[in-house]
Nanobody, 124 residues
Framework: QVQLVESGGGSVQAGGSLRLSCVASGYTYSKYCIGWFRQAPGKTREAVAAISSAGSFTYYADSVKGRFTISRDNPKNSLYLQMDSLKPEDTATYYC?????????????????WGQGTLVTVSS
C-alpha cells in the first residue's frame, strides 16, 4: 500500500521559515519523481516544486523561486521543502505527490500518488 505522509506544517509569521517533510512507503521511492503542491482555501491546487528521482533536477513555481528549496533523501524515502521568507500568500495545505515523470514541461502534472497534506499558515 502506497503512503505519503507529510509533516512540519504550522503557524509562522511573515518572514519566518518552516521545513516540510514527506515520508514515502509502498513503492520504489528512488525511481519516482516527487514534488510539493499546495491548495489555499477557495483556490485551485497549484504546483510548488518537484525533484527528479535521483535529485539531479529541481523545478519551482515562479512564486516560490529563491525562497523555497526542495530536496530528497532516497535512503530515507524522504522529501523536504525548506520554506524561507514566508508570505501570507503561502498559506495553504501542502501536499506531496509522486509520479514516474517530471520534466521541465510536465512536472506540474504529477498525480499518481498523493499524501493527505499538512497545513501552513503565515500571518502578517
Amino acid at each position: 500500500q502506497v503512503q505519503l505522509v507529510e509533516s512540519g506544517g504550522g503557524s509562522v509569521q511573515a518572514g519566518g521559515s518552516l521545513r516540510l517533510s514527506c515520508v514515502a512507503s509502498g513503492y520504489t521511492y528512488s525511481k519516482y519523481c516527487i514534488g510539493w503542491f499546495r491548495q489555499a482555501p477557495g483556490k485551485t491546487r497549484e504546483a510548488v516544486a518537484a525533484i527528479s528521482s535521483a535529485g539531479s533536477f529541481t523545478y519551482y513555481a515562479d512564486s516560490v523561486k529563491g525562497r523555497f528549496t526542495i530536496s530528497r533523501d532516497n535512503p530515507k524515502n524522504s522529501l523536504y521543502l525548506q520554506m524561507d521568507s514566508l508570505k501570507p500568500e503561502d498559506t495553504a495545505t501542502y501536499y506531496c505527490a509522486a509520479d514516474t515523470f517530471c520534466g521541465s514541461y510536465n512536472w506540474k502534472m504529477m498525480n499518481k500518488y498523493w499524501g493527505q497534506g499538512t497545513l501552513v499558515t503565515v500571518s502578517s
